[in-house]
C-alpha cells in the first residue's frame, strides 16, 4: 500500500523526534523531512512535495501562517495541518485563510493526530474540539473584535518583537525598508501599541513569538 508521505516542521527537536515516533510506527505514514523553522519548511517542501505538512506556528526565521501561504502558493495539492499550542482566534482564522486543511492543539491524543492526517490526505478538513468551538462562535458572533492583523503584519510584528531592525526585516522578507516602516507603523495603529516593549508583550500573549 503507498504511503502518506509527511513533513514535520516545528522548532523543538525533541517533539519533533517524538512525532517522527508516533507516525513511523503507523504501517501506512512516512516521515521524509524534519524542518525546525518556517523558511526550511518551506524549502523541504518544494524538495521534498509531501502528501501533508504538520506545521507549527511560532517559529523562526518565518512564522508557520506564513509559510503556509508560501507554500499553498507554490504547492496547493499539498495538505497543511497546522499543529500548535496556541488556539487563539486570530490565527485559527488566518491559517484558515492561507489554505491550512486541518487544525489541532498539541493537546490532543496522539490518535487524533493520526485521524487527521488520513482524512486530509482524503481530501477533508478536520479540526480538533477546541478549534472546533473557537470556529462556531465566529460564526455566530462575526462582528467581535480582533487586532485585524494581516499575515504580512504578524510576520513584521514577530520579526520587531525579536529585536530586529528595519534593514533586517527588509532583508529577511525581501521587501524594502520603506515598506516595513510602513508596516511598523499600520502594526501601532490597529494595537494602539506605540513601543516596542508592549509590542513584545502583546506577541508573547498572543503566541506570536515564544
Given at each position: 500500500m503507498e504511503k502518506i508521505t509527511i513533513l514535520l516542521s516545528d522548532d523543538h527537536t525533541i517533539f519533533r523526534e517524538g512525532l517522527r515516533s508516533l507516525l513511523e510506527f503507523e504501517e501506512g505514514m512516512e516521515v521524509?523531512?524534519?524542518a525546525s523553522n518556517g523558511k526550511e519548511a518551506?524549502?523541504?517542501?518544494?524538495?521534498?512535495?509531501?502528501?501533508?505538512?504538520?506545521?507549527?506556528?511560532?517559529?523562526?526565521?518565518?512564522?508557520g501562517l506564513q509559510a503556509v501561504y508560501q507554500i499553498q502558493t507554490k504547492i496547493?495539492?499539498?495538505?497543511?495541518?497546522?499543529?500548535?499550542?496556541?488556539d487563539n482566534e486570530e490565527f485559527v482564522t488566518q491559517a484558515i485563510q492561507a489554505g491550512v486543511c486541518g487544525y489541532l492543539v498539541k493537546q490532543s491524543a496522539a490518535n487524533e493526530l493520526i485521524t487527521a492526517i488520513t482524512e486530509v490526505y482524503k481530501g477533508n478538513a478536520y479540526f480538533s474540539a477546541p478549534i472546533s468551538k473557537i470556529l462556531l462562535e465566529k460564526q455566530r458572533f462575526p462582528n467581535r473584535r480582533s487586532s485585524g492583523l494581516t499575515l504580512r503584519e504578524q510576520e513584521v510584528l514577530q520579526f520587531v518583537a525579536q529585536g530586529r531592525t528595519n534593514?533586517?526585516?527588509?532583508?529577511?522578507?525581501?521587501?524594502s525598508v520603506k515598506t516595513v516602516e510602513k508596516?511598523?507603523?499600520?502594526i501601532m495603529d490597529?494595537?494602539?501599541?506605540?513601543?516596542?516593549?508592549?509590542?513584545?508583550?502583546?506577541?508573547?500573549?498572543?503566541?506570536?513569538i515564544k
Open positions: 521524509v523531512g524534519e518551506v524549502e523541504l517542501a518544494i524538495k521534498l512535495n509531501p502528501d501533508v505538512i504538520i506545521m507549527d506556528i511560532t517559529m523562526p526565521e518565518i512564522n496547493p495539492s499539498i495538505k497543511i495541518i497546522v499543529l500548535s499550542m496556541s534593514k533586517e526585516i527588509s532583508s529577511l522578507i525581501s521587501i508596516y511598523r507603523q499600520q490597529k494595537l494602539k501599541i506605540h513601543d516596542v516593549a508592549n509590542l513584545t508583550r502583546y506577541a508573547i500573549s498572543k503566541g506570536i
